[in-house]
């Protein structure tokens, strides 16, 4: 199975500051297809998770554009340009490539310092 | 809109059996695969199934195989979840998800296995 390892598990950031969170799979996320099925979520206080970013870049329709994906093989980071306050929660990776089973990260718990 | 409620959670007793329900609409259903996730008070996200637009595959997280099923009713736009001989660590909100790629998620159903 594939491992998938972020940090930090805790990542406390002033409002207005960035943000970035590493992702890193234990093989390389790189499908037959040439696709790269590595995704983003975030869950906040109460709520269901929520998908942000698919294929390691592409933001879902209505995520701010602070937020951005970026990376390849194996190393992926989830980036949050200015961070704002309903930006608090736990985010996600998850791969998508090699399955079964579909493998999430331990989430990053994201608040304000 | 994507709407996915789910239903059918509850309190059940070690060894015990329930079945969950995901109602979809606002799409396609027939068209997409879709997923059960899981997640335990306090814990990340766990997959535990998936199944393929005409229930042809179905794919199950090992610590679930053998006790959950997985199928759908695609002239009524339902997603199920059978599961049985149930465990504590079974205990936890159950997501529907659309999709491999798990794009839209309802708002879960709690199932608590204790006696």
């Known amino acids: 199975d594939v491992v998938v390892t972020q940090s930090p598990l805790s990542l406390p950031v002033n409002l207005g500051q960035p943000a970035s969170i590493s992702c890193r799979s234990s093989?390389?996320?790189?499908?037959?297809?040439?696709?790269?099925?590595l995704n983003w979520f975030q869950q906040r206080p109460g709520q269901s998770p929520r998908r942000l970013i698919y294929?390691?870049?592409n933001r879902d329709s209505g995520v701010p554009d602070r937020f951005s994906g970026s990376g390849s093989g194996t190393d992926f980071t989830l980036k949050i340009s200015r961070v704002e306050a309903e930006d608090v929660g736990v985010y996600y990776c998850?791969?998508?490539?090699?399955?079964?089973?579909?493998?999430f990260g331990q989430g990053t718990k994201v608040e304000i310092k | 809109e994507v709407y996915l409620v789910e239903s059918g959670g509850g309190l059940v007793q070690p060894g015990g059996s329930l079945r969950l329900s995901c109602a979809a609409s606002?799409?396609?259903?027939?068209?997409?695969?879709m997923s059960w996730v899981r997640q335990a008070p306090g814990k990340g996200l766990e997959w535990v199934a998936n199944?393929?637009?005409?229930?042809?595959?179905?794919y199950y997280v090992d610590s679930v195989k053998g006790r959950f099923t997985i199928s759908r009713d695609n002239a009524k736009n339902l997603l199920y979840l059978e599961m049985n001989s149930l465990r504590a660590e079974d205990s936890a909100l159950y997501y529907c998800?659309?999709?491999?790629?798990?794009?839209?998620w309802g708002r879960g159903t709690l199932v608590t296995v204790s006696s």
């Open positions: 998800a659309r999709g491999k790629e798990v794009d839209s």
């Open positions: 606002g799409f396609t259903f027939s068209s997409f695969w």
């Open positions: 199944i393929k637009q005409d229930g042809s595959e179905k």
């Open positions: 093989q390389s996320l790189v499908h037959s297809n040439g696709n790269t099925y």
């Open positions: 294929r390691v870049s």
């Open positions: 998850m791969q998508a490539t090699h399955w079964p089973p579909w493998t």
